[in-house]
């Protein structure tokens, strides 16, 4: 990909053509002006010589592909840059190589410093359980360490970091030996991020964002909250994201409102929303999604934080004050908690006012054909992460040793949500599964149980427009003109058009029914190559060497 040199200014227009530009406006565009930050013009290649000689900047594509951005619509910014930039156990596949790579990370860095890690699963481990507190304490020579589970949702920690926590031993979730839970987890887990200077936070907020700008994302929504993060951690991202190019950040706060008071403190810390990972349960790989039924591998049915009358309280009293309200819920039981909270919301401020708001729903993983109907009803918007069955679905995943096979087939089922109509917003968790848009598109599409595959356009959908649409926003995440020049290109192979149905990809394919085509997402196949990322018309990423 080619360039002219003309200098760099905020209000420069550019011309990109030689290409493939992915536009409802066109679907056979070949070039697109870019002007004020916006797109100006879409089209063929042939009208493109009309704006050549009045534009600041002419891009030859090379044959690239032009996109929208996209948006992850879940993502732990600081979390997701300690992880890239300290102890990653995602690689150990023993308990022993988890323990090797603690020993070598403490040799290795400086004492005075809590280590930080993350991504130890051990479903994935021939041991089948996590490190022992002492087994831990032998590999990290006596310094404080915080080692969360892959779904942070427990973590194994030190008795040196315990010290830093008077009265956890107290806490619900603490347990002597195994990892800890419930609010343990959160005090040990903030102790930890207490323990990290300013100035190395900092550095992992732009070493996310500067990650996530090289694959082609153009925005990510922050969820923050006190449970999770701090203050200080989250309006320290936001400033840095307003200050410097990258990607753009949504911050969404989990904290529960009651009145206008909540809802303004809300508002000034910058929030989009009073949403994100406000807990009504935990997760299913640390035992601590709520269920209707017990674990087929535990005698518990997991743990409740919120119900149904805190659910509605928030949800009324954040309508009222016309704020976006949401959940994290993945048990079944928590997913009924969250339509019958909504369903009494609505029933005191009005239906329409709650759709009107785009209350949202994070991982909505164990949903019902009766609570995907309720999400359709309510207007609710599922926030989902189809990275989460690449990594743990199919027959012998982590999620049918949860649940037994029966249950965990029913898991994410996309396409019911998407039949019911639904709106999709795609996301990551990073730190939970990796920052990887194209990857997340091929899980969605590529669904380890058939019959919840969507179409590759649906999730690109959800992963760029559906992401606007989360916020609020319905004039962006598509290449049209008038919307903000928020793109990606890309070095891809031919395009195609994939959906389950094959009936459905060969009429697509046909130059009549005017569908664009997207890379082949095939399982084995290469995923696109980001070459350039661009947010409102400023470049924030160049390939090297491209």
């Avoid at 507190?133 to 315990?162: K, M, W």
């Avoid at 910058?270 to 990972?277: H, I, M, T």
Wanted: glycine share 10%; hydrophobic share 40%; with cysteine.
């Amino acid at each position: 990909m080619t360039e002219s040199t003309a200098p760099q200014s905020e209000h420069r227009t550019v011309l990109l053509r030689g290409g493939e530009v992915h536009s409802p406006a066109d679907p056979f565009a070949t070039a697109m002006v870019v002007e004020r930050g916006h797109v100006a013009w879409v089209g063929s290649e042939g009208a493109a010589d009309a704006f050549a000689s009045g534009v600041d900047e002419v891009i030859d594509l090379e044959g690239a592909l032009v996109t929208p951005a996209f948006t992850d619509a879940h993502v732990h910014t600081s979390s997701t840059g300690l992880a890239l930039t300290g102890l990653d156990l995602s690689r150990a596949r023993t308990l022993g190589d988890a323990l090797a790579l603690v020993r070598a990370h403490v040799c290795a860095h400086p004492a005075g410093r809590v280590v930080l890690g993350h991504g130890w699963d051990a479903t994935r481990w021939p041991e089948q359980r996590p490190p022992s507190r002492a087994e831990l304490d032998e590999a990290a020579a006596g310094r404080p360490v915080y080692l969360p589970r892959i779904d942070v949702h427990s973590a194994a920690v030190t008795t040196a970091l315990l010290d830093l926590v008077p009265g956890v031993t107290a806490m619900a979730g603490y347990h002597p030996e195994g990892p800890l839970t419930g609010a343990a987890h959160h005090a040990v887990r903030a102790a930890a991020h207490d323990a990290v200077p300013p100035a190395q936070r900092a550095e992992a907020q732009r070493a996310a964002l500067r990650h996530a700008a090289s694959l082609g994302i153009g925005t990510v929504h922050e969820c923050g909250g006190p449970d999770i993060s701090d203050e200080e951690d989250f309006t320290g991202l936001l400033k840095l994201a307003a200050e410097q190019p990258g990607p753009r950040v949504f911050g969404y706060w989990a904290q529960q409102v009651t009145d206008e008071k909540d809802a303004r403190r809300v508002r000034e810390l910058g929030a989009v929303g009073a949403a994100g990972d406000l807990f009504v349960d935990g997760s299913l790989g640390s035992h601590t999604a709520c269920l209707h039924e017990p674990y087929a591998d535990a005698p518990h049915s997991g743990t409740a934080h919120l119900d149904a009358g805190q659910i509605a309280a928030h949800v009324a009293a954040c309508t009222e004050a016309g704020l976006q309200a949401g959940f994290h819920a993945i048990g079944d039981a928590a997913l009924t908690a969250v339509v019958d909270g909504i369903r009494a919301a609505a029933e005191k401020v009005g239906l329409t006012r709650v759709r009107a708001a785009r209350h949202r729903v994070e991982h909505a993983e164990m949903l019902t054909p009766e609570t995907v109907a309720a999400f359709a009803e309510l207007g609710l918007t599922a926030s989902v992460q189809p990275a989460f069955d690449a990594a743990w679905g199919g027959e012998e995943g982590m999620y049918a040793q949860r649940l037994g096979a029966a249950r965990a087939a029913t898991l994410n089922p996309y396409a019911a949500l998407l039949r019911a109509g639904v709106p999709l917003a795609f996301g990551s968790d990073s730190p939970v599964t990796p920052l990887d848009p194209w990857g997340t598109v091929r899980a969605a599409a590529f669904h380890r149980t058939p019959e919840h595959r969507v179409s590759v356009r649906a999730g690109f959908t959800a992963h760029t427009r559906g992401g606007w649409r989360a916020v609020g926003r319905d004039d962006a995440g598509t290449l049209v003109p008038g919307a903000p020049a928020d793109y990606a290109v890309w070095r891809t192979d031919e395009l195609v058009v994939q959906a389950p149905d094959d009936r459905v990809a060969r009429w697509s394919t046909d130059p009549r029914s005017g569908t664009p085509g997207l890379p082949d997402l095939s399982p084995g196949v290469d995923l696109p190559v980001c070459l350039r990322t661009v947010v409102l018309g400023q470049t924030v990423y160049v390939r090297p060497n491209e």
